[in-house]
């Protein structure tokens, strides 16, 4: 109950999250589409861009600094391999501040999408966009039981701090090994008491559920919104240069 | 006169000289021969790793030892298991092993789609089952925000929304607060159905049962009616 959950702040009541997983899904996508194909020199639209990613943020009332620090962890990862473009020169330097802007904008907005959507329903729209069955399953599953196998490990931690005082530590990777070990053999135990209890609710490899998720008149405005806003804001760079 | 009344009814499951060692060769079941009746509740009590999950396990076919079962006169095989596995559910011992999907409703609603339900049909069984347990408003929880009395009896609603005609429980009453227990206890007094219970809670099978089996050594060394 202590882990930070990946959709924390997703029954905040907004205009973004009212709407339909899938109207956020698709437009969103459609924007990092439009982003990607940005000319990599039009830095006016990558500020416009930008500013309309930030724009969503505010509408969403998702805190500023959640998104940005998620983002953040994220492209830092990403930091790493771009950094070593500095040694191209100049041509290396427009792509690193490119690739970097691209990336930064595109994972802001899933970070958005993540977090103004219940996983459950985002799952839920994925199934209804035909994304093939078992996808859905181990995203589902591993979102369920990632607390439990954290919990698990910290379970193990404990009793391993209880008896270790902080001395021989060369001494202590053995056991380090055999934690690990045995939270692999855990959860491997666990996967089969899940399947034998899913087999005795009748389960034959398929998930059903009632999946109720519709349009509404939001959807709909926003799709109309959206997507030639998008365009425009393609479009209208060509003109300026 | 009761036992004189339930042996009236017909047989629920009838298992006959049943064998089972696990792949490791650890031998549990030594030749069980048992007869369960329509509405009985039996409890099952041993010492840890006497057998009791081991035999339970054997009710809806998810293990498979040598000899025979029956439930309601059909025996145990996998054509019919989907069948089977309509009358018989099973209630695992930790909930987070029971409770797979993101939430409740999901969970409950699990079993109903998997027997082809209609839509209203299954909404109706999850309200039932829900209300039951009392968890009524618990639908869009997550099951990882409840506490584990909350999880226990989601878990018996996931199996009640299939409404078996047989319920089997390991440990039903285990890691239970006294209050959450208790009501538990009033609970299973008040389903009308065939339930075994495999448990160390002594005290609850003398309130809930009204047989009571021992099993030592992978054979039922203790089988008192009351």
């Known amino acids: 109950m202590r882990h930070s959950f990946i959709d924390k702040y997703s029954d905040r009541k907004s205009f973004i999250h009212s709407l339909d997983p899938r109207t956020k899904l698709i437009c969103f996508i459609f924007f990092i589409v439009v982003v990607i194909t940005t000319p990599s020199n039009s830095f006016l639209n990558f500020a416009i861009y930008f500013s309309l990613v930030f724009l969503l943020i505010l509408i969403s009332k998702v805190p500023l600094s959640y998104v940005f620090g998620r983002g953040t962890i994220l492209i830092s990862f990403l930091l790493i391999i771009l950094l070593t473009n500095i040694f191209l020169g100049k041509k290396g330097l427009i792509l690193l501040t490119n690739i970097f802007i691209k990336s930064f904008i595109s994972i802001l907005l899933l970070v958005e999408i993540s977090s103004t959507t219940n996983f459950t329903i985002l799952l839920k729209g994925l199934q209804k966009m035909k994304t093939p069955d078992i996808f859905i399953q181990i995203l589902s599953f591993m979102y369920r039981y990632l607390f439990v196998i954290i919990d698990e490990m910290e379970r193990l931690r404990l009793g391993w701090d209880t008896r270790y005082f902080g001395k021989r530590f060369f001494l202590q990777i053995k056991t380090f090994a055999n934690i690990i070990g045995i939270l692999f053999i855990r959860s491997y135990e666990r996967g089969e008491r899940i399947y034998t209890s899913m087999l005795s609710r009748g389960f034959d490899g398929e998930i059903r559920n009632l999946n109720e998720i519709k349009f509404s008149f939001r959807d709909y405005l926003f799709f109309i919104i959206f997507i030639p806003l998008c365009i425009i804001l393609r479009l209208w760079k060509i003109r300026l240069l | 006169m009761y036992n004189i009344e339930i042996m009236e009814n017909k047989i629920a499951i009838e298992i006959k000289n049943l064998h089972f060692s696990y792949p490791d060769g650890n031998c549990v079941l030594r030749g069980i021969n048992l007869k369960i009746y329509e509405k009985e509740k039996v409890g099952i009590v041993g010492e840890n790793g006497a057998g009791k999950t081991t035999l339970l396990l054997h009710l809806n076919g998810i293990l498979k030892g040598e000899g025979e079962i029956k439930i309601f006169g ?153």
């Open chain 2, 74 to 226: 059909k025996n145990i095989e996998k054509k019919n298991l989907r069948e089977i596995r309509k009358i018989v559910g099973i209630v695992f011992q930790n909930p987070d092993d029971q409770l797979f999907t993101t939430n409740v409703f999901d969970d409950v609603a699990f079993g109903p789609l998997n027997l082809g339900l209609t839509k209203d049909e299954v909404k109706k069984r999850v309200k039932e089952a829900l209300s039951i347990v009392e968890l009524e408003g618990f639908e869009h929880r997550s099951p990882w925000h409840l506490s584990l009395g909350e999880k226990k009896r989601a878990a018996i609603a996931t199996i009640l929304s299939m409404e078996p005609e047989i319920i089997a429980m390991d440990e039903p009453t285990a890691n239970l607060s006294p209050k959450i227990r208790r009501k538990l206890i009033d609970l299973l007094k008040k389903l009308n159905k065939t339930i075994v219970i495999a448990s160390h809670d002594i005290e609850m099978v003398k309130e809930v049962c009204t047989r009571i089996l021992y099993i030592e050594n992978g054979l039922i060394s203790d089988d008192a009616i009351f």
